[in-house]
């Protein structure tokens, strides 16, 4: 055996170091590529953690302070209400008329609640006897009124008819309309110890006003009451659903009470989740418009009325933040591990590391000062930007005020233009009263002075009759000139059409024009505002008139019927007609075939804003046998309670 030389003994310790380090080298790399991915995980996992805690703190404190001012805001638009019932009570027209009201007339007392709703902005105001029936009511002139109803069922009637206050809330039978109903007694005679309540005064207020406030916040709110029924929602698909399914039996007991009427009440899909806090968790829905996303919910009791108000907030917040925190742990994670990677490489590559940190260094600061020139520059337009916006949306909302105002003052502007064409025939007719005025004053002094007081008083009498006249006259230039209320109500076209006539008697008699009538026997009623329906039969009338002033015998034709749920008037003249070129604009704003200085093109134009404003139509064609037609259609109306015949101007 050769004995194993000494180079050749240093030769295999070194294979045998470098195969050792070379083994240790690709266990440390396993190592590292083991622990570095888990320490990414855990550190982003904290982070996300740490921040979906955070935000979640936050969403439930914001939650907390728009369920509070939700509740509140709830809780006082509601009670504002609860006073006028009782109020009402004890009005002297209202316990008149509940005194004896089979020989009372009920309309003065349906007018009176009407008003009385209009002022207090509520839903409706009726009147209920001992028995429930409903004796008036503000809705007396709808199809679903409530007079002649019974609502002895209801627990507001209830608890008003054994002497306290009442509240309800549920849909109406009548309208199914969701409302909150406040009840008070009205007492003929609480002087004796065994009186009871001879009646019961309703209020009922709409909650449409309130949701359609919870619009505006970024958060879903619920009203739920004692059954767990969702009657209030700011999302209309949410409203009469069950926080829960209901069981047959809780179903057909809600069906008894009359509460939802005949709503089948589904269940809303709320699905609970992990708890957050003593009154607060996570849910979902399992289906519907909520059904993609979670929500943070929040439950708050309000003790006056017995319900439970809910407030969801979506987490998108809180994925956000989780998501910032988790891109921002990993970046930090990346950036520690590239600074120890970085040191690592220093302790081999000292001077390289520092050359190439100085370089890293300035391409860093040379990117953010190009970052933040370019955020100055980007803020800077966008402020300019947001600046010329917000200018451009105040100059259009002053616009749109200034074109309402003006669209207002040209149609008060065209009344005053229709008077002052009339002012030369009213300046006719207010001269010979006056001139007779003086002739009669002149006969009285005359016959007193000669002791004849018989003949004196007879002049006298005269002189009253021509102030009268004269005192019509004006009343009609008044309520011509006067502004409309933009109110609609139930108007006789006949009645319309004649004081119309009247403003145009002076030229009428001048222009010895014939006026023909082709009316029916029975009064026809429209839905319409009076004074602004006035004033587009003026508008027709004078056209008419103006287009027949080179007629040799001029004939206006006045006309009108109903058809189905329709009522139309027709103003027809024999003039010359409407050339077929212009048939299509005489509706257009400043189109007039007139001469210069004859009038501004308004009249039509006005005319037809106004009735289509009104729910009706305005439309003009050529008569075959000549001269045009303007057709007026409006709404039909029921004729008036009282089954009046005359139409009495204010």
């Known amino acids: 055996m050769n004995p194993v030389s000494p180079s050749g003994k240093a030769a295999t310790g070194l294979r045998t170091q470098h195969v050792a380090l070379a083994g240790l080298s690709r266990r440390w790399r396993r190592l590292w590529l083991v622990a570095i991915p888990l320490g990414l995980v855990l550190f982003v996992w904290q982070a996300t953690q740490l921040a979906k805690e955070q935000a979640l703190d936050t969403l439930h404190k914001d939650a907390e302070n728009e369920l509070r001012l939700s509740a509140a805001n709830l809780n006082g638009y509601l009670l504002r209400y609860d006073y006028l019932p009782s109020m009402l009570a004890t009005r002297e027209g209202v ?92 007492w003929l005679d609480d002087t004796a110890p065994d009186a009871r309540p001879d009646g019961v005064m309703v209020v009922k207020v709409l909650l449409d006003g309130v949701e359609d406030s919870w619009a505006e916040q970024d958060a879903e709110l619920l009203v739920s009451d004692g059954d767990d029924i969702i009657f209030m929602a700011s999302r209309p698909e949410l409203r009469m659903t069950a926080l829960h399914p209901l069981s047959e039996e809780e179903h057909q007991a809600l069906l008894q009470t009359r509460r939802y009427a005949n709503e089948p009440l589904p269940p809303s899909g709320i699905e609970a989740g992990d708890t957050y806090g003593k009154q607060s968790r996570i849910v979902s829905f399992a289906h519907g418009p909520l059904s993609e996303g979670n929500y943070l919910s929040l439950s708050r009791h309000i003790p006056e009325f017995g319900w439970q108000m809910h407030i969801l907030k979506p987490l998108t917040p809180v994925i956000r933040a989780q998501w910032i925190a988790g891109l921002m742990a990993g970046g930090l994670y990346g950036v520690i591990l590239l600074g120890g990677g ?156 004649e004081y119309a006539l009247r403003l145009f008697q002076s030229r009428l008699y001048d222009s010895r024009v014939r006026v023909e009538h082709a009316w029916p026997e029975h009064t026809i009623w429209a839905k319409a505002d009076l004074v602004r329906l006035e004033q587009v039969v003026v508008n027709l009338i004078s056209n008419a008139l103006q287009a027949m002033k080179e007629t040799a015998a001029p004939r206006l034709s006045i006309s009108g019927e109903e058809r189905g749920d329709r009522v139309t008037i027709r103003v027809a003249d024999n003039g010359p007609g409407i050339p077929d070129a212009h048939l299509g604009r005489v509706f257009e704003p400043f189109f007039t075939t007139k001469a210069p200085g004859s009038g501004l093109g308004l009249g039509l134009s006005i005319s037809s804003r106004i009735v289509d404003d009104l729910g009706g139509k305005l439309q003009v064609y050529n008569r075959p046998e000549g001269g045009a037609c303007f057709t007026l259609t409006l709404a039909r109306a029921a004729p008036p309670p009282s089954h009046q015949e005359t139409l009495t101007h204010a």
């Open 342 to 497: 970085i040191g690592w490489q220093r302790l081999r590559l000292r001077r390289e590391r520092e050359e190439f940190a100085e370089r890293e260094r300035k391409t860093l600061a040379r990117v953010r000062d190009e970052l933040e020139i370019s955020v100055k520059h980007r803020t800077r337009d966008l402020v300019s930007s947001n600046e010329r916006l917000s200018a451009e949306i105040e100059e259009r909302r002053r616009a749109e005020d200034n074109l309402r105002q003006t669209q207002d003052e040209l149609i008060q502007a065209a009344k005053l233009a229709v008077l002052g064409q009339l002012a030369a025939g009213i300046n006719h007719e207010l001269n010979q009263p006056l001139a007779a005025i003086r002739a009669y004053a002149e006969n009285a002094r005359s016959f007193i002075a000669r002791e004849h007081p018989a003949r004196a008083d007879t002049n006298l009498e005269q002189i009253i009759e021509l102030t009268k006249r004269m005192a019509d006259i004006s009343a009609q230039l008044r309520q011509f000139s006067r502004k409309s209320g933009e109110r609609e109500e139930t108007v006789s076209l006949q009645a319309c059409t």
């Open 95 to 186: 316990q008149r008329f509940l005194a004896s009201p089979d020989t009372q007339d009920a309309m003065p007392l349906n007018l009176l609640l009407d008003r009385f709703r209009f002022t207090t902005d509520v839903s409706d105001v009726y009147l209920l006897d001992r028995h429930g029936d409903t004796l008036a009511a503000s809705n007396w002139h709808r199809p679903n009124t409530f007079i002649g109803q019974n609502y002895e069922f209801r627990s507001y009637y209830q608890d008003a008819i054994a002497g306290g206050q009442g509240r309800f809330y549920g849909l109406g039978v009548q309208s199914l309309e969701r409302g909150y109903y406040f009840s008070a007694p009205v």
